[in-house]
């Protein structure tokens, strides 16, 4: 069954450090999304990438923040000097269509800022 | 704007017992999508079900049922004859048609359901 994708499954940097998280959406799959979990919060959406260029992004979502598409399978969410408070599980999901169909999330990768 | 809200935080309940949680969302759309997820404690996000704003026929998927009511906006979901393996946070989620905003999911804070033997 195809399944997204994502790596490191668990990442620690530095504060002001640059970090990159991997995704591979499911192939066929045109709606790319990342989206975030604080430890024993609820999962808040970031941003949703459809036709190279992002459709949506919310508040969290700063300049801080950016997401790429470099080839026809990997979708990379790069955060550029991260903070203490960007400690999280960061999701990604795909979609073949607009969430009139269902997203499948990857497995995350936590992320801890020291 | 967009909102749900799963009031029940933590629901504890022994093996074998029926168990219901709760979801209740806000919406201007009139047409919106529903959806419930699954995170067990290896932390990944399990697609459950979506429902259309237009389809208000119950669900059931062998030991879960959906019910939704647009009357109460409620969407909520039934675990019968519970399993431990069922431990888990279930999150509630919505995403709205209108406006272009149908490419985000609005998640409630969970509920973390734990089964015991």
Redesign the interface.
């Known amino acids: 069954e195809p399944e997204v994708t994502q790596t490191p499954s668990h990442q620690v940097t530095q504060m002001g450090q640059e970090v990159i998280l991997r995704c591979v959406p499911i192939s066929n799959h045109l709606?790319f999304?990342w989206?975030r979990q604080i430890l024993g919060?609820?999962?808040?959406?970031l941003v949703?990438f459809?036709n190279n260029e992002i459709?949506?992004k919310?508040e969290i979502f700063d300049d801080q923040f950016s997401v790429e598409r470099p080839d026809g399978s990997n979708f990379t969410l790069k955060i550029r000097s991260t903070k203490l408070e960007d400690s999280a599980?960061y999701?990604c999901?795909s979609s073949l269509g607009?969430?009139?169909?269902?997203?499948?999330?990857?497995?995350?990768t936590?992320l801890t800022v020291v | 704007a967009q909102k749900v809200t799963q009031a029940q935080t933590e629901i504890s309940v022994v093996e074998k017992e029926d168990v219901t949680l709760d979801c209740v969302y806000e919406t201007r759309d009139t047409t919106y999508y529903l959806f419930w997820y699954k995170q067990p404690p290896s932390g990944e996000l399990v697609f459950l079900i979506r429902r259309n704003s237009f389809d208000e026929q119950n669900e059931i998927s062998g030991r879960y049922s959906w019910n939704f009511q647009k009357s109460t906006s409620s969407f909520n979901f039934t675990i019968t004859a519970s399993q431990v393996v069922d431990s888990a946070v279930y999150f509630c989620a919505l995403s709205e048609a209108g406006g272009g905003s149908n490419y985000k999911l609005t998640f409630g804070k969970g509920t973390l359901l734990t089964v015991n033997p």
């Open positions: 709606y999304y989206y919060q609820k999962v808040e959406f949703s459809y459709s949506e919310s599980m999701f999901a607009r969430l009139n169909t269902e997203a499948f999330f990857g497995q995350g936590r």
